[in-house]
């Protein structure tokens, strides 16, 4: 079954509706769970507070968090990953967002593009787990990439890929 370039727009619309029904399941999930359950959850991290503040590269705002206990925090945050900041007993019309730049089982150092709004130092913080696009951007242009594919060798390997050419491979060297 021979296919044209436009499978490619059809794989990024297909990704774009994957996308956008994780973000309603993470929606829907957190609007059914109590705040301890979604941090049982991995949804939110609870009752943590500024330790400190520096500046790091680029001019961002690095502000380590951490429970005053010191208790191992209960979910696994992961460098890269994006966070909404919030009070934890208030609300807040906009939440800041800021990019795990650290973390260990007991702090997260989270990185701002601006100066952290004040709460941030006032008491005690929630952080709630918000999808990030970035693997979605760069599928999506991945995608683009191979469909602009159309020279020589490399219109060869797109042509692979939409299973209209058979690969080729080279001879084994004999050792």
């Not at 996308?19 to 943590?48: F, I, M, N, P």
């Not at 979910?75 to 966070?83: A, K, Q, S």
Request: neutral net charge.
């Amino acid at each position: 079954m021979a296919r044209d370039v436009s499978f490619f727009d059809q794989l990024g619309s297909l990704l774009a509706q994957e996308r956008e029904a994780e973000k309603a399941r993470l929606a829907a999930l957190a609007q059914s769970l109590t705040l301890h359950e979604r941090e049982e959850h991995g949804l939110s991290v609870l009752d943590l507070e500024s330790i400190e503040e520096e500046v790091g590269l680029g001019g961002r705002f690095l502000v380590t968090l951490g429970r005053a206990d010191r208790r191992p925090l209960p979910t696994r945050l992961h460098n890269g990953d994006l966070v909404a900041v919030l009070p934890r007993r208030a609300e807040v019309k906009e939440p800041a967002r800021a990019l795990i730049s650290r973390a260990t089982a007991t702090r997260i150092q989270l990185a701002f593009d601006r100066s952290p709004p004040p709460y941030v130092h006032e008491g005690l913080l929630r952080l709630d787990v918000v999808p990030n696009d970035v693997t979605y951007d760069r599928l999506r242009a991945g995608l683009q990439r191979i469909k602009a594919l159309d020279k020589g060798a490399e219109r060869h390997k797109r042509e692979v890929v939409l299973g209209n050419e058979p690969p080729r491979f080279d001879k084994p060297r004999e050792v």
